[in-house]
């Protein structure tokens, strides 16, 4: 079993910074890939970025090329997103995600591909 723990969602100014923070504890040898995904209303779960267990590759969605930056923490079970330049429409409930098999891209953007989640944490940006 592997728990994770979102944090680091807020209410910015379009523009504005936000970091995420996913703490991974319990079975985090298994993990091969920590994901974020996000979600807003009346949506589907999109994909955000992804980032490999040792930190080596890193994956973006085209909407989070060149304004986020997916990063393991010193801690190495801790996986950050920093969003910069946050715009409306990156509203959502974040999520962080791992997955145990070892999937490559573009594998590593579908949902059903992870196997634990977070709760999320919501991130409002006002225009």
């Known amino acids: 079993q592997v728990q994770l723990v979102e944090s680091g969602g807020g209410l910015v100014q379009a523009g504005g910074s936000l970091r995420l923070s996913c703490a991974a504890s319990?079975?985090?040898?298994?993990?091969?890939?920590m994901g974020w995904f996000r979600q807003a209303p009346g949506k589907e779960r999109e994909f955000v970025a992804a980032?490999?267990?040792?930190?080596?590759?890193?994956y973006y969605a085209d909407s989070a090329k060149g304004r986020f930056t997916i990063s393991r923490g010193n801690a190495k079970n801790t996986v950050f997103v920093q969003m910069n330049s946050l715009k409306p429409e990156d509203t959502a409930v974040y999520y962080c995600a791992a997955e145990l098999y070892g999937y490559t891209w573009p594998g590593l953007s579908r949902p059903n591909n992870y196997d634990y989640w977070g709760q999320g944490t919501q991130v409002t940006v006002s225009s």
């Open positions: 319990g079975r985090t040898i298994s993990i091969y890939n």
């Open positions: 980032i490999s267990w040792r930190g080596v590759n890193t």
